[in-house]
């Protein structure tokens, strides 16, 4: 048994702290010891882009990074991206409408990098969406309707004022 | 509701009021939240973790294999090898995914006296922590006696090939060779007299193909968890197609009656007929029941699903045509060698049947031979077999018009066939709607609109599949608000709850939002057939649209008991119930009905009238000349639903059928050193199309209703993986008039065939 | 009498014929008839009573899951065929 260590951060907008072996990945740490099942592994080796989530803002595969690296820092998963009142994020009413989502297994990690893509280009191309999508694989789809739901939020928002397009955390 | 821009529908149908509509997914909310529970997610209380030892090696004796310093691991709770599995009956049975002999199963599972594949399973642990699994795997011992790998069809089909499997002969349909072989079975559909036909031909084309091995490449690997209890009950949690199929299998390979076991599904990420054969879930229960019956929980890396699960097979095959100077076929044969891989059971008697199915031709031949290779056995993938063979057919065909100078569309329209014409094993088609796909492609914005611009060209390629219908139950709960329950036990892969709940929606006449779906465990729905042949919104819908009816008729006969009228004054008006001047909405009928007893119908089906499923495709490529890399500039699907249940998921499964045969055309190939090990058993290296790699796939749904349907339904699931190989061949050669005849058709295969073209040669 | 189909590689034990006819209101009694005409016939499709693994039985063009036990009629068309699997 190797040290346990504690491991502090703000994860989906609330300080948690969780104790943790050095050579366990951030995905381990979430899955086994915080029970936050929704980010999901898929390759373990940073190939498919089920286990996507942001640090500090960052799109990241949560199984290439080292639970203590994120020591003190800010992460979004999949399970903070709708509002505490229930209240889905654009991203995730747009994968409902469009049906953007077959088996669902690869789809908390595209809408994580969906987000990255709209947090830094609002109104995206088509090809700016695939290739911002590129990491993540998704095998029932086709991505035609993942990129056309990613493309209808960007434009939606676009057309709001920002206020009303704000997104949680 | 979003508009679907790239979607048409063909043809006018009755007006029903929820099937046709775009609902949200009644489990949409947990899976786009992470809510949703997949095979990995589950955790129990003392739950231990398992993992798997598997062969280094291709083929090899196993002399000794030595567990004692892994059972002596601190924290190792349990070591189980195939020592542990009773000696399975050399017997064939049906346990959902088609014929398998039982002993081959359970040395799949845990090899016995040889280990038949890198990455076959050997031993498996069970202990407290993933790490100290992983340790006592290292310390297992494992004696082998190495043999020479048979890795493909020509060297397995040598007469001095050794041999996989010692007691394996060749049946020719209930007959069986003298001497030994690793050709399993050969199959023979025929009808006229096949030289004749070549002798009428004014045109004869006679080409050679070969296919490699490719996986489904789900993205949820396999996981499964058991739990033994004292008294021998056994619960397992398994990321499967089919709970019933697990459970047969697990009953057969332990030797335990269905009565002791209970099979809970979990959500599943994908399965294309991957996630039917059990992997996990008889080792689970071995490792629980020597563990002291805690929870044995086991998760496939990915490098395991690649080397270990079924893929489908390699293959080679020969295709002759015939053809008269109009276009007319006059003869048509083929040769199919399919890799079934380390035991019997490729999918070549699919194969044999999609091959010339969509062409009216009196003469044909069609030869299948099922061959073992030193691979992982192969299992089903999305129209299992289909891929392969019409890859081929569909290059041979659009060599033939090309040299007759004829319309790839048009020289199909000659040939295509017509409800009553016979499929390659003679079974006559029901009514089909093949010739308004092809109609429809030529319609098509996409047809119509000219291909400019150098190294580019468009291919056309069609594709037929049969459909399946098995056996599926499901039960109806009328609440007293009108509300009713719907338990199924059909996995939804892609949907299938939604498309459900609107066929029950629609034929009890209330909102779809109305009707809550469940997927049940083996206690709590009767027996159901796995989420595969394309069945489950055709069959289990079914029963949907049975349970409607049953649950209405009841309605009609409580209201006539309250009202003290006779039954059949009671009909079924607006949103409820009315028999003269009394009239009820459908939530008050509900509370009237159920204030004396609660209301709730069951039914089981096993409906034969599934219809097949024609697809037509078309796709304009550019071949880069100096690498020869094919991007995929536009794509159509055009695709027989008979009734699109929910036309987006219908889209769905069109794309998606698409998208992983343009991976397998392209890209997708198990490469293999000459040791027989697995050289890219990574998904950096197994290389499926990402967002980049493809357009948006424009997709119309034909609906030529299927007759033994009652919304006209048949399956959408396969038959759209069968064409995209052909269409990019055709494409690629129009491109550039190479004409490659093997799958992948990844860039140094292009440059190879571009290069020989040319007589160019780079290392000259 | 119902119309046979007999598959090819099963052609030389029917007398080379690619069609015949026979008696039977089952799929069992046909059997039954084909083998009084063309011994040997029975046991390549039919093994511990029931269709072998791998074939199955089309009645009038729909693909049977009673085997044996399936209705045949005068003017059927019995055609026997590789059993198939999907995914």
Same mark, same amino acid.
């Given at each position: ?28 740490? !979430?899955?086994?010891? !915080? ?135 | 509701?979003?508009?679907?821009? =790239? ?13 046709? @509509? ?10 786009? &939240? ?14 231990? @973790? ?11 004796? +196993? ?17 189980v &090898?195939s020592a542990d599995l009773p000696r399975a009956a050399d017997r ?10 039982l002993r081959?199963l359970s040395d799949?599972l845990l090899?016995g ?99 490699? &091995? #490719? ?35 697990v009953a057969e390979v332990l030797g335990l ?25 008889p080792?689970?229960v071995l490792?629980?029941r ?118 790839? +569309? ?15 094993? %003679? ?15 030529? *319609? ?46 059909? @996995? ?21 939002? *109305? ?20 069945? @489950? &919104? ?51 009928? =509900?509370?009237? =009905? ?55 998921? #219908? ?28 050289? %890219? ?84 | ?24 209101? $089952? ?28 074939? $199955? ?6 693909? $049977? ?10 003017? $059927? ?11």
């Amino acid at each position: 048994m190797r040290k346990k260590s504690v491991l502090e951060f703000t994860l989906n907008g609330e300080t948690r702290a969780v104790l943790c072996e050095p050579q366990q990945t951030l995905l381990e740490v !979430l899955r086994d010891e !915080l029970r936050l099942t929704g980010t999901k592994e898929g390759c373990s080796n940073g190939n498919c882009g089920a286990c996507n989530v942001l640090l500090d803002g960052v799109l990241v595969n949560s199984c290439l990074i080292l639970a203590l690296e994120v020591q003190g820092r800010t992460l979004l998963t999949v399970e903070g991206l709708a509002r505490s009142d229930g209240t889905l994020h654009p991203l995730q009413q747009a994968f409902l409408d469009h049906a953007a989502l077959q088996c669902g297994i690869c789809t908390p990690g595209f809408l994580l990098s969906a987000k990255a893509l709209l947090d830094e280009h609002p109104l995206p191309t088509e090809s700016q969406v695939r290739f911002w999508l590129a990491g993540n694989l998704c095998r029932c789809t086709g991505y035609d309707k993942i990129v056309r739901a990613v493309l209808d939020v960007a434009r939606t928002q676009a057309a709001q004022p920002p206020s009303v397009s704000a997104t949680p955390v | 509701m979003p508009s679907v821009p =790239a979607s048409s529908s063909e043809t006018a149908a009755p007006a029903w009021r929820v099937v046709g @509509t775009r609902p949200v997914r009644p489990d949409g909310v947990d899976k786009v &939240t992470g809510r949703a529970l997949y095979g990995a997610d589950l955790s129990l209380p003392g739950m231990l @973790t398992g993992r798997v030892l598997r062969s280094p090696l291709a083929h090899a004796r +196993i002399k000794k294999i030595d567990t004692s310093a892994a059972r002596a691991l601190p924290g190792v709770r349990a070591v189980v &090898t195939s020592a542990d599995l009773p000696r399975a009956a050399d017997r064939i049975e049906d346990l959902g995914e088609g014929a398998i002999n039982l002993r081959y199963l359970s040395d799949n599972l845990l090899a016995g006296e040889k280990v038949l594949y890198h990455g076959h399973a050997i031993a498996a642990v069970a202990a407290t922590s993933a790490s100290i699994a992983e340790q006592a795997l290292a310390l297992i011992r494992v004696d082998y006696e190495p043999l020479a790998p048979v890795m493909t069809v020509t060297e397995a089909l040598k007469p001095d090939a050794p041999l996989l499997l010692a007691d394996l002969h060749t049946d020719r349909m209930g007959q069986r060779d003298a001497a030994p072989s690793n050709v399993a079975s050969h199959l023979r559909h025929e009808r006229g007299k096949l030289e004749e036909g070549f002798r009428k031909a004014a045109l004869i084309i006679d080409r050679r193909f070969r296919t490699e &091995t #490719v996986h489904q490449g789900y993205i949820e690997p396999q996981a499964a968890t058991a739990q033994v209890q004292a008294d021998g009950q056994v619960t397992i949690w398994s990321s499967t197609q089919g709970i019933f199929a697990v459970r047969s299998q697990v009953a057969e390979v332990l030797g335990l009656p269905v009565s002791q076991i209970k099979v809970v599904p979990t959500e599943i990420g994908g399965g294309f007929g991957g996630k039917i054969s059990v992997y996990l879930e008889p080792l689970a229960v071995l490792l629980s029941r020597h563990a002291g019956f805690l929870p044995v929980r086991l998760v496939m890396s990915r490098t395991e699903v690649l080397t270990s699960t079924g893929p489908t097979s390699g293959s080679d095959i020969r295709i002759r045509i015939g053809a008269d100077a109009e276009g007319r076929l006059t003869a048509m044969q083929a040769e199919l060698y399919y890799e079934a891989g380390a035991y019997p059971g490729s999918p070549v008697g699919a194969a044999a049947v999609v091959s010339f199915a969509p062409y009216a031709c009196d003469t044909m031949r069609v030869d299948g031979y099922d061959v073992v290779v030193n691979r992982p056995r192969a299992s089903a993938y999305r129209a299992p077999g289909g891929t392969n063979v019409a890859f081929a057919v569909e290059s041979v065909i659009d060599e033939l018009a090309e040299s007759l100078d004829l319309d790839p +569309i048009e020289m199909r329209l000659i040939n295509a066939v017509r409800e009553g014409d016979r499929r390659p094993d %003679n079974l006559p088609l029901s009514k089909i709607g093949y010739v308004e796909c092809l109609q429809a492609l030529r *319609q098509s914005d996409h047809y119509r609109t000219p291909l400019t611009g150098r190294h580019r060209g468009r291919g056309v390629a069609c594709g037929y599949w049969g459909n399946w219908g098995g056996q599926s139950s499901a039960t109806a709960v009328l609440n007293s608000d009108g509300s009713v329950g719907f338990n199924v036990a059909s @996995t939804d892969i892609g949907g299938s709850r939604a498309s459900l709940a609107m066929q029950l929606a629609e034929s009890l006449g209330i909102d779809y939002s *109305q009707v809550k779906p469940r997927i049940g465990d083996t206690d709590s729905v009767s027996y159901n057939d796995v989420t595969g042949g394309s069945r @489950t &919104t055709f069959a289990t819908g079914w029963a949907a649209y049975e349970l409607g009816q049953k649950l209405s008729a009841e309605l009609r006969q409580r209201l006539a008991l309250l009202w003290e009228v006779p039954v059949d004054t009671v009909t079924r008006q607006g949103d409820g119930f009315a028999a003269g001047e009394k009239r009820v909405g459908f939530a008050e009928a =509900a509370r009237l =009905a159920c204030e004396d007893a609660p209301l709730m119908v069951s039914t089981t089906v096993h409906p034969k009238g599934y219809g097949a499923a024609f697809s037509v495709q078309c796709a304009d490529v550019e071949v880069d000349p100096d690498t020869g890399k094919v991007t995929v500039l536009r794509y159509t699907i055009v695709q027989d639903a008979g009734k699109a249940v929910h036309p987006s998921y #219908v889209e769905g499964q069109m794309q998606g059928g698409v998208a992983q045969g343009i991976g397998w055309a392209l890209n997708e190939e198990y490469v293999y050193n000459e040791k027989g090990e697995l050289l %890219n058993g990574s998904l950096l290296d197994y290389r499926m199309p990402t967002a980049c790699d493809l357009p948006m796939i424009d997709t119309v749904i034909v609906e030529v209703p299927n007759p033994g349907h009652p919304y006209g339904v048949r399956g959408v699931g396969e038959v759209n993986i069968i064409p995209p190989a052909g269409t990019l061949a055709n494409a690629i050669h129009r491109a550039t008039g190479v004409r490659l005849t093997a799958l992948p058709m990844s860039p140094p295969r292009v440059l190879a065939a571009l290069w020989d073209k040319s007589g160019y040669s780079p290392f000259a | 009498m119902a119309r046979v189909l007999i598959p090819a590689l099963l052609q030389p034990l029917a007398g080379g014929n690619a069609e015949v006819a026979a008696e039977g209101a $089952s799929v069992g009694e046909v059997i039954r008839a084909l083998e009084v005409t063309f011994p040997g016939l029975a046991v390549r499709l039919v093994q511990d009573g029931r269709l072998r693994p791998g074939i $199955s039985v089309a009645v009038d063009g729909v693909i $049977s899951h009673r085997g044996l036990r399936e209705t045949v009629n005068p003017a $059927s068309e019995v055609i026997f065929v590789a059993a198939l699997s999907g995914g």
